[in-house]
T-cell receptor, first 113, second 113 residues
Framework: NAGVTQTPKFQVLKTGQSMTLQCAQD?????MYWYRQDPGMGLRLIYY???????DKGEVPNGYNVSRLNKREFSLRLESAAPSQTSVYFC????????????FGQGTRLTVV | AQTVTQSQPEMSVQEAETVTLSCTYD???????LFWYKQPPSRQMILVIR??????QNATENRFSVNFQKAAKSFSLKISDSQLGDAAMYFC??????????FGKGTLLTVNP
C-alpha cells in the first residue's frame, strides 16, 4: 500500500544540469499534480494532469516540463536547473475533482548550486 | 483565475483553547470543493477537513469545524480544545471543475502549553 512514491528524496544539482523527478501512484487516481514549496510561499502548482493524456500549466510552469507517462506515472523535468529552482517538490494525486482527498508523496528536496 | 488567500502567516493558541484560521478565495464557479490540510514538521500533508460548495451545512471532523460563507467566499477553520499535536502549518485549498488544486500560502500554528 505505497500510495504516492516520489524519487529521489534528495538531490543536489549544478546550475545548468538536467534531471527528472519521478512520481508514481498505485491508487488508480485520475489526477496528478506537481508542486513546489518555498518558505512563505505555500505550495505553488507547477503542472497538473487532470486525466491520463492531458497536462496543464499551473502557477509557476517556467523552467519545467512534465510527462504523464500512463495513468500511474507523472514525471517532472528540469532541463537546465537554476538556483531559483532550489525548493521542496511534492507530487500528489486524487481520484477526481474534489470528491476525495489528494494524497501526497514525501517530497524531494532539490538544491541547485 | 482561482486564488486562495490566507491572511495570517502565523497564529498561536494556548493548549485547550480555541483558534480560528482564516481563508478567502476567488472564483467564478458555483460548484467546487474546499479543503484544509495540515503539514507537521515531517512535511507529510494530512487532510483535516473538506467542504463541498453546494452543501450549506458546515463540515465538522471531531475538534475541527469550518465556517463556510459562500457569498463572502470565506472558509475559516476552527480548532477547539487545541492540543500540542495540532501545531503545524495549515493550508487552505480550492479545487474547481478543471481539477486544478490550488493552495494558499499557509498559516503556521503554534500551540503553547
Amino acid at each position: 500500500n505505497a500510495g504516492v512514491t516520489q524519487t529521489p528524496k534528495f538531490q543536489v544539482l549544478k546550475t545548468g544540469q538536467s534531471m527528472t523527478l519521478q512520481c508514481a501512484q498505485d491508487m488508480n487516481h485520475n489526477s496528478m499534480y506537481w508542486y513546489r514549496q518555498d518558505p512563505g510561499m505555500g505550495l505553488r502548482l507547477i503542472y497538473y494532469s487532470a486525466s491520463e493524456g492531458t497536462t496543464d500549466k499551473g502557477e509557476v510552469p517556467n523552467g519545467y516540463n512534465v510527462s504523464r507517462l500512463n495513468k500511474r506515472e507523472f514525471s517532472l523535468r528540469l532541463e537546465s536547473a537554476a538556483p531559483s529552482q532550489t525548493s521542496v517538490y511534492f507530487c500528489a494525486s486524487s481520484s477526481g475533482w474534489g470528491d476525495t482527498e489528494a494524497f501526497f508523496g514525501q517530497g524531494t528536496r532539490l538544491t541547485v548550486v | 483565475a482561482q486564488t486562495v488567500t490566507q491572511s495570517q502567516p502565523e497564529m498561536s493558541v494556548q493548549e485547550a483553547e480555541t483558534v480560528t484560521l482564516s481563508c478567502t478565495y476567488d472564483t467564478s464557479e458555483s460548484d467546487y470543493y474546499l479543503f484544509w490540510y495540515k503539514q507537521p514538521p515531517s512535511r507529510q500533508m494530512i487532510l483535516v477537513i473538506r467542504q463541498e460548495a453546494y452543501k450549506q451545512q458546515n463540515a465538522t471532523e471531531n475538534r475541527f469545524s469550518v465556517n463556510f460563507q459562500k457569498a463572502a467566499k470565506s472558509f475559516s477553520l476552527k480548532i477547539s480544545d487545541s492540543q500540542l499535536g495540532d501545531a503545524a502549518m495549515y493550508f487552505c485549498a480550492y479545487c474547481g471543475s478543471n481539477y486544478k488544486l490550488t493552495f494558499g500560502k499557509g498559516t503556521l500554528l503554534t500551540v503553547n502549553p
